[in-house]
């Protein structure tokens, strides 16, 4: 796939250009700022070629995580998709991308069977869909007449569905986790990758949790951040950090302060590797390490999770 079809893939994935309120790059990753997140389909986006994981960012935000020598072109053909460029990626010709109207509608109960029309809030500056369009032009031309009455009657006001709930599982991967590794060098070939992000998915909804979030990072202050935004929205974290297990006491503090049940993940056995390898800062902070077992580790991890949750 070319960069312009990974873009036009995830466009469509997280709603496409009505639903995009915003997009940047940070590191590895195509954030993306929602206008509504329950429009993203998270198993799409995880099968598109070249995407390694996925993250909530806040209530409405989501990162795409890539290849570091494939995330810029597919940010840069995202930008030109949807029209939102940061300041240095701006063609000079790139029409700005503005709302066409400066109001909004909100419908609040005023008495039984009969809603009240506000007309003083502002609409954000994001293009509205043509569904949209429809009916703030329908609803002004009602307010014209002063009878809002007959467009209100046919709008359907029944609630939205909530997302399920349940138990949900954080996968944390860090530095190197899209390069050969040392010892075994085909692990992290792309068809690996995707094997891990597969099993790590369905191994997640069969130990009984409803939803796998995959994410991975070369940047040691992005990882803490993951943890530490984990509280309350997480359950359970599988987390494999790296070279930086050996050095990093910033991660044991985010995972010993979000208190959120861990395991400790390495694909290769690390006794018989260097001295300095035998430490491990973040193993104080989880209730169990699993080494050697390749990707089936992560299999492990979750299942045990689960256990140790009493989903299964």
């Known amino acids: 796939m070319s960069n312009d079809d990974i873009a036009a893939a995830v466009l469509e994935c997280v ?7 915003g997009n940047s790059l940070c590191a590895t990753r195509l954030r993306i700022t929602l206008n509504d997140a329950r429009h993203v389909d998270r198993n799409a986006l995880h099968s598109i070629k070249g995407v390694l994981g996925i993250a909530d960012r806040g209530a409405s935000g989501i990162e795409v995580v890539f290849g570091p020598n494939l995330v810029k072109g597919v940010y840069r053909a995202f930008e030109r998709l949807t029209g939102l460029f940061s300041e240095e990626g701006a063609p000079s010709d790139a029409p700005a991308r503005t709302a066409s109207s400066n109001f909004q509608v909100s419908i609040t109960p005023e008495t039984p069977g009969r809603p009240q029309v506000q007309t003083s809030v502002p609409r954000p500056t994001v293009g509205p869909t043509p569904v949209e369009d429809d009916i703030t032009n329908s609803l002004l031309e009602m307010l014209d007449d002063g009878d809002p009455s007959p467009i209100l ?5 029944e ?13 944390i991967n860090g ?30 909804l069969e130990a009984g949790f ?8 070369n940047h040691e202050g992005d990882l803490v951040d993951h943890i530490e935004d984990a ?3 997480f359950d359970a974290i599988v987390i494999n950090p790296g070279s930086y297990t050996h050095t990093s006491i910033a991660l044991l503090d985010a995972l010993t302060i979000a208190q959120v049940p861990a395991v400790e993940v390495h694909l290769y056995d690390l006794a018989g590797r260097e001295a300095f390898r035998q430490v491990s800062y973040v193993r104080s902070a989880c ?3 699993i080494m050697g077992l390749g990707i089936e580790g992560y299999r492990k991890a979750i299942f045990d999770l689960a256990e140790h949750l009493g989903l299964s």
Do not use: W
Request: aromatic content about 8%.
């Open 15 to 21: 709603g496409g250009f009505g639903n995009v309120a």
């Open 153 to 157: 009657d046919e709008m359907d006001f």
């Open 159 to 171: 609630d939205e569905p909530t997302p399920d709930t349940g138990a949900r599982i954080l996968v």
């Open 175 to 204: 530095p190197n986790f899209n390069l050969p590794g040392p010892m075994q060098p085909s692990i992290y070939d792309d068809s690996e990758v995707s094997k891990l992000l597969d099993l790590c998915h369905s191994s997640a």
């Open 210 to 217: 409803v939803d796998c979030e995959c994410y991975h990072s």
């Open 231 to 233: 509280c309350e929205v």
């Open 287 to 289: 209730i169990e390490t």
